[in-house]
T-cell receptor, first 118, second 112 residues
Framework: EADIYQTPRYLVIGTGKKITLECSQTMGHDKMYWYQQDPGMELHLIHYSYGVNSTEKGDLSSESTVSRIRTEHFPLTLESARPSHTSQYLC?????????????????FGPGTRLTVL | SQQGEEDPQALSIQEGENATMNCSYKTSINNLQWYRQNSGRGLVHLILIRSNEREKHSGRLRVTLDTSKKSSSLLITASRAADTASYFCATEGDFGNEKLTFGTGTRLTIIP
């Protein structure tokens, strides 16, 4: 099991609410990512960070924002949730230190937050 | 545009049979990785194959990579009920510091 955690696991909220999805990892990884995934579908990268004070938008346009004040913490915030934001949100981290016998940026995923906006 | 597309989208086989799923991609890569996702959970890394490798094994997993065809296959031998999951390929570009781009996934069901 990877040492990467997400809270809450499930969240049901009303339209217009501000929410923050938490993600933390204890592996000391510099790189962290947020993906959005609808059930049974592919993952879409919405934000990533290569270290403290570094944040970038991903391939999928998102109305969410992220911050990276500490290495271990990468929260995602929705200022005003809408039903179109209903999805699963996956956080991941990776470390460019190479695994024995392999070279590459292997990602470690948290369990996900399933968000439903009514 | 979609980097990785997987085939088939869904596969059901009897326990003990072998399962093969394929992944195609569009651009040059540094490596290709396969991940497994159990229902409602995050992804778990299975195996990584570099662009200069053609085949790699890990336990009951065998991965092949054909860079000329921009395709990869994942073979799971002697399948078990616990192998039921979605399987995603992911490619890392060859320009350094690249993000992973995930495929559309194959939903594998092992029938006991």
């Amino acid at each position: 099991e990877a040492d990467i955690y997400q809270t809450p696991r499930y969240l049901v909220i009303g339209t217009g609410k501000k929410i923050t999805l938490e993600c933390s990892q204890t592996m000391g990884h510099d790189k962290m990512y947020w993906y959005q995934q609808d059930p049974g579908m592919e993952l879409h990268l919405i934000h990533y960070s290569y270290g403290v004070n570094s944040t970038e938008k991903g391939d999928l346009s998102s109305e969410s924002t992220v911050s990276r004040i500490r290495t271990e913490h990468f929260p995602l915030t929705l200022e005003s949730a809408r039903p179109s934001h209903t999805s699963q949100y996956l956080c991941a981290s990776s470390d460019p230190v190479r695994l024995a016998g392999a070279e590459g940026d292997t990602q470690y995923f948290g369990p996900g937050t399933r968000l439903t906006v009514l | 545009s979609q980097q990785g597309e997987e085939d088939p989208q869904a596969l059901s086989i009897q326990e003990g049979e072998n399962a093969t799923m394929n992944c195609s991609y569009k651009t040059s890569i540094n490596n290709l990785q396969w991940y497994r996702q159990n229902s409602g959970r995050g992804l778990v890394h299975l195996i990584l194959i570099r662009s200069n490798e053609r085949e790699k094994h890990s336990g009951r997993l065998r991965v092949t990579l054909d860079t000329s065809k921009k395709s990869s296959s994942l073979l799971i031998t002697a399948s078990r009920a616990a192998d039921t999951a979605s399987y995603f390929c992911a490619t890392e570009g060859d320009f350094g510091n690249e993000k992973l781009t995930f495929g559309t996934g194959t939903r594998l069901t092992i029938i006991p």
